[in-house]
């Protein structure tokens, strides 16, 4: 499959700038390779008030094979005998297109509601939900699913739907998952959850330590893979580093011409390209339209990223009517990537999120008037989600300015350790997903990559002295050292017998402390026997037990 970038009819006469570039979107065919197929039979599943769900079953005349739940008893007898397979309200739905799954209590056990049916069978191919409460509450609900309720217009164009939707189907394959990457959770303890906060459709759920994404209930809002700060969930329709490469190429088009800065402007290819149409007459010249699946697919990287190409602005036009969790998503990461740009000495409204016409004119009324810098183009924007970003910032940040402090939730960070606290336990390295903790080896320190901290906490919740702080904030310096740095060290402790270095001072200061009361160190041997490493240990308790000889 081939996916475009442009979708408008724009006026003719074009600035020769505008016209390179827009030829350049034009021209582009992104490959897609990853698909989800679905097959849909005629078995539609009508949930609801029995009297309401009998009206549609006549809408439909037959068009498909219908079995009614009748929820309120209102069916009645003749006509629904025919299509009520149960009365009552069902305990649950779940599924898609071709596969829906219900359940419904009876004769005191939980019961398939399509085997009630038909002997043998287990699912529908789509459901008609007419019940005042629906029985799929997520935001986005999976194609086959009609959430119609009480509304008469919603109810008029299901019954055009539900023939269309006949057959076989088949869709991209939205995402791409790398679970190495993920900071999910670590040996039980748990960590980020942004992609499952984020996710419109349901389709994502927790495994523990890693998550799990349903291909048939993707719908490609791409809210994941944009609020995902490790990179482990990215957009496939097109990936980002083909999404970018034809940009940088689009840019370059464009500034080879005597223009004013171009400005990057993303809508879907659906509400989003209707409504840019009609106001194609107000684009300004600069503005190149770019059509998308989604916008919530195009995240923090991306738009650092045009900036460091030369663009003067990135716009992102949100759909009519966006699912919360999708226009959230979008604005909380504009919100840290205008934090970003702030503190290094650029204009937060160089990205800005537009929520329709209105907003969207405001937004062209202020685009800037130069570029944040004077810059080549050609950094390299493949890697993960995190290494385009860093390259981005690096490229913008010129200088790189002192750390600056993030909001909470910011994907970038450091840790706090309090020395005090820390006995270098190191259980917050053997649980960081992203091994930006680690032990030195042999040398009692705790080393720390800030490039690859995310801030999931993970350690923070790990670590038994509560020694562990995050501290959301950006250090540009950092994010592109190449070496990890100590955060905390001790002098380590040599056994008193054998001179091996075992522990640190720390850890023996604080054991001898607490057992100094204890009646088993009592005496002076005791408590020595604490200062040696465990092999002397063991020799010097056989020894005072008189089976050292054994022992050897």
């Not at 309401?52 to 094979?65: H, K, N, P, Y």
Request: a negative charge; hydrophobic letters at 40%.
């Amino acid at each position: 499959m081939e996916i475009g970038l442009q979708a408008l009819d724009l006026p003719e006469g074009a600035s020769a700038a505008r016209q390179a570039a827009l030829e350049v979107l034009a021209r582009a065919r992104l490959q897609l390779e990853g698909f989800v197929d679905y097959e849909a039979g005629r078995e539609l599943l009508v949930l609801g008030p029995g009297e309401r769900a009998l009206e549609a079953l006549r809408a439909l005349d037959g068009a498909l094979e219908c079995a009614v739940v009748d929820e309120d008893g209102s069916a009645g007898g003749g006509e629904a005998a025919a299509h009520v397979i149960a009365v009552g309200r069902p305990e649950g739905v779940a599924g898609h297109l071709g596969a829906f799954e219900a359940w419904i209590q009876r004769d005191g056990a939980v019961r398939n509601l399509a085997s009630l049916w038909r002997q043998g069978r287990t699912c529908f191919d789509q459901v008609l939900d007419l019940s005042p409460a629906p029985h799929l509450e997520v935001e986005r609900p999976p194609v086959g699913y009609h959430r119609v309720g009480e509304d008469a217009e919603a109810l008029t164009q299901a019954l055009r739907d539900l023939p269309q939707l006949i057959g076989g189907f088949r869709k991209p394959r939205y995402f791409a998952y790398q679970e190495m990457l993920c900071a999910h959770g670590s040996r039980r303890i748990g960590g980020c959850t942004r992609c499952l906060d984020a996710c419109a459709t349901g389709a994502i759920r927790s495994l523990g330590e890693r998550v799990q994404v349903d291909p048939y209930l993707c719908q490609g809002c791409g809210s994941c893979a944009t609020v995902c700060p490790s990179g482990a969930m990215a957009y496939a329709f097109p990936d980002a580093t083909d999404l970018l490469g034809v940009l940088r190429s689009a840019v370059d088009a464009y500034r080879s011409h005597e223009a004013p800065p171009p400005c990057i402007l993303f809508h879907d290819d659906d509400a989003g390209a209707e409504l840019l149409q009609a106001m194609a007459d107000e684009l300004p010249e600069r503005v190149l339209p770019v059509a998308v699946e989604d916008v919530g697919s195009v995240g923090p990287e991306v738009w650092t990223a045009l900036l460091a190409f030369g663009v003067s602005d990135v716009l992102i036009l949100l759909p009519p009517a966006p699912e919360p969790s999708l226009a959230a998503a979008t604005r909380s990461q504009r919100h840290f990537a205008g934090e970003v740009l702030e503190g290094i000495g650029l204009s937060a409204g160089c990205v800005r999120v537009a929520g329709g016409a209105v907003e969207l004119r405001e937004a062209l009324g202020e685009l800037s008037e130069r570029a944040p810098r004077s810059l080549e183009t050609h950094f390299s924007v493949s890697g993960s989600k995190r290494e385009v970003w860093q390259r981005a910032l690096f490229a913008l940040a010129d200088p790189p300015p002192a750390a600056f402090t993030l909001s909470p939730g910011a994907p970038f960070g450091t840790v706090a350790v309090d020395d005090s606290a820390c006995t270098l336990c190191m259980a917050c390295a053997s649980v960081c997903p992203v091994e930006a903790l680690s032990s030195a080896g042999s040398s009692p320190q705790l080393l720390f990559a800030e490039d690859r901290c995310v801030q999931c906490g993970i350690c923070e919740r790990a670590c038994p002295e509560d020694a562990i702080t995050l501290a959301p904030r950006m250090d540009v310096h950092a994010q592109t050292a190449a070496e990890p740095r100590v955060v905390h060290e001790e002098r380590p402790f040599h056994c008193v017998s054998c001179g091996k270095a075992f522990a640190t001072e720390g850890v023996i200061d604080r054991i001898t402390s607490q057992l100094a009361e204890h009646w088993m160190f009592a005496d002076e041997r005791s408590m020595r026997r604490l200062k040696m490493c465990e092999e002397c240990r063991v020799r010097d308790l056989l020894a005072e037990e008189g089976g050292l000889e054994r022992y050897r």
